[in-house]
């Protein structure tokens, strides 16, 4: 007979024999799960704190590109003496940049350029950034600053220094320009301070005024002024109103400061030469709160700085010879031009009364190329 009650006593040990199993297997499985998450987890953070530490290097490096720019290369008139301030990569010293370090080395270094390669290091990363450097301007600054548009369509010449927009500019293949051409919408003329020159005046003529023989000394009409041909006018004239020229081979052998507005349009053989004050020291040829109007103006000799509220017309003036900083709050045309010859001259704007000292900056700036990383 059989006994249930025996088969039913080992069913139930086998059962929970293979329960245990069953619980012990689970516990297994558990645990290489575990361990493979942690270790993926740790390998995860290491990656992740890697690719922090390389991007930090990275950004360490473009911090260290400045500096070398704007400390060592910016103004600088000759790369080819240029020692770095650090070791070789790695070595010491070397430049502290949170979270970091960089190197500095100069390769291929001549007068006028050189590449520049900037190391970094953030924990174990490293990165380096390479970069071309060439003086830019041919050691000119702004021979021409204008807040709005720069027209020269139709014109020959040549433009010796640098031009800095805050519109657009349209220049002719026959028009060579010497420097950087920089378009800044931000851009603001030097402030103009006319009580220095205010000051100058020793003789005032209210009202109108014609000049028809010629002047010396500083003068101040409170009224317009016209100046009639061949007529030379030496030291500063000072006029509340407009100025015009009534006629050519009309010479100013020192400063024209007006509030209004200058008519040259359709006159030939004009001069102004401003005049030195000292060595540290130069008048301005022209400022005008208003416009210049100077179309058709031919055989124009113009040496100084020339500082315009207004816009600056000089188109089918043909012959221009130029010397100085044209400064102009509007817009610029030479369009029609023949024979332009425009050339900055840092003589002429240092120590300008009533301007900031333009000539003490006048730097060669940095043009980059070439830009790669590694």
Do not use: C
């Not at 720019?69 to 940049?97: C, E, H, K, R």
């Not at 500082?307 to 610029?332: C, E, H, I, K, Q």
């Amino acid at each position: 007979m059989v006994n249930l009650k025996k088969m039913y006593s080992t069913l139930v040990q086998g059962q929970d024999g293979m329960a245990l199993v069953a619980i012990i297997m689970g516990m297994l499985i558990l645990s290489a799960i575990g361990i493979t998450m942690t270790n993926f987890v740790s390998s995860n953070s290491s990656i992740v704190s890697d690719n922090l530490q390389s991007s930090q290097a990275f950004y360490v490096a473009e911090g260290g590109m400045q500096y070398v720019l704007m400390n060592q290369l910016n103004g600088d008139n000759n790369y080819a003496d240029n020692v770095s301030p650090t070791a070789a990569p790695f070595g010491a010293p070397s430049i502290n940049l949170s979270p970091g370090q960089f190197w500095i080395e100069y390769l291929n270094q001549a007068q006028t350029s050189v590449t520049v390669r900037v190391t970094a290091r953030v924990g174990n990363a490293t990165r380096a950034i390479q970069q071309s450097v060439v003086q830019g301007g041919s050691g000119f600054k702004d021979v021409t600053m204008a807040k709005g548009n720069l027209s020269i369509n139709n014109s020959t010449g040549i433009v010796s220094g640098d031009v800095v927009l805050g519109g657009n500019y349209s220049i002719a293949p026959a028009v060579q320009v010497l420097g950087n051409i920089t378009v800044d919408h931000n851009i603001q003329i030097p402030a103009i301070d006319y009580a220095p020159y205010l000051a100058m005046v020793t003789t005032t003529f209210n009202g109108n005024k014609t000049f028809s023989s010629n002047y010396s000394g500083n003068a101040r009409v409170t009224g317009n002024a016209t100046i009639n041909a061949g007529i030379t006018i030496t030291g500063l004239l000072y006029v509340d109103g407009n100025v015009a020229f009534n006629g050519n081979n009309i010479v100013i052998n020192g400063s024209l400061i007006t509030k209004g507005n200058l008519g040259l349009d359709g006159r030939s053989g004009l001069q102004f030469i401003s005049q030195t004050i000292d060595s540290s020291h130069h008048m301005p040829a022209i400022l005008t709160k208003g416009n210049i109007g100077a179309t058709n103006a031919d055989n124009m000799k113009l040496y100084g700085v020339v500082w315009t509220g207004g816009n600056l017309s000089l188109a089918n003036a043909d012959n221009l010879d130029y010397l100085g900083s044209f400064m102009t709050g509007g817009n610029v045309s030479y369009d029609n031009m023949k024979n332009i010859k425009m050339t900055f001259d840092p003589v002429y704007v240092t120590g300008v009364p009533g301007l900031p000292n333009l000539g003490a900056s006048q730097t060669p700036s940095v043009v980059l190329s070439g830009w790669q990383s590694y």
